[in-house]
């Protein structure tokens, strides 16, 4: 009683009076008394145990809040185009995904119009791709700038310069990106605007293709510096076009009531990682 009474900062009296109102609540003695001091009786010690389990219980409620707070409980899908779903970007996904363990990513690689298609219909949680100018039932955060590059494995293509202009490659065979996505059209455009008419020699439907063919020898191509990484470079020369041309890269995700916390946290930790 004495331990009680210093534990709880209250005097004996109030301990046995709360001793005794606890036991006219449940029905039966917690305590006989003997020889002045208190013993549990069988039904307060089958009380205690049902009083520990509950408490651990809400221990298990807290450490599963702090999980579900960190992300650690929860399922992202995520969509890249082929031409991001490598280098950094996924380096910066892995990081997050250490950083939070127990969450579940799911990644899948897709065209650039079905990621824009399933996240505007909420069939995945994030996508990360070149931004369209408008987007609706999606919400669009930009990552970093891209900028087109012309690419060739031999000096003589490029003439020695430190950049490119349409009229460099009047003539040349360039290796082209089929259209459906954002480098071609944006090509097509730079030629245009210089009254330059390219020489598609052949056509390929992703960068990494285009480089290798490239990279055999066969004329040039224009790709995005995100889809030519540093230590992929060996071998191939590398010049930014002439005017500069940029695109953002960006993440998409749906435009619902309550969305994917764990997603929109990705984004930012992408956001920091990758705008440098």
Sequence with gaps: ?????????????????????????????????????????????????????????????????????????????????????????????????????????????????????RISSAQADLGILSLPPVMEGAIATKLFDSELLCVASAPGFLHGGVNVSPADLDGIPVVGIKPGGVIRPMVENWFA???????????????????????????????????LPEHQRAGLITLPLDPIQNFEIGAIVPLMQHPNRAAQALVESLRVSLKN
């Design 1 to 117: 009683m004495v331990r009680a009474s210093s534990a709880m900062a209250i005097t004996q009296p109030a301990i046995s009076y709360l001793i005794s109102g606890l036991e006219k609540e449940v029905g039966f003695e917690l305590f006989s008394r003997r020889g002045g001091k208190l013993t549990p009786t069988p039904e307060a010690l089958q009380l205690m145990a049902e009083v520990n389990r509950l408490y651990d219980g809400l221990d298990g409620i807290k450490a599963a809040a702090q999980q579900i707070a960190n992300h650690e409980r929860a399922t992202v899908r995520v969509l890249l185009t082929q031409a991001l779903a490598s280098g950094r970007i996924m380096n910066a996904i892995g990081q997050f995904a250490v950083a939070h363990p127990g969450l579940k990513l799911d990644v899948d690689v897709d065209h650039r119009l079905t990621i824009m298609h």
């Design 193 to 227: 605007t210089a009254g330059v008419s390219p020489k598609f020699v052949i056509e390929v439907g992703d960068a990494g293709a285009a480089i290798e063919l490239v990279r055999a020898g066969l004329g040039v191509t224009i790709v995005t510096s995100i889809s």
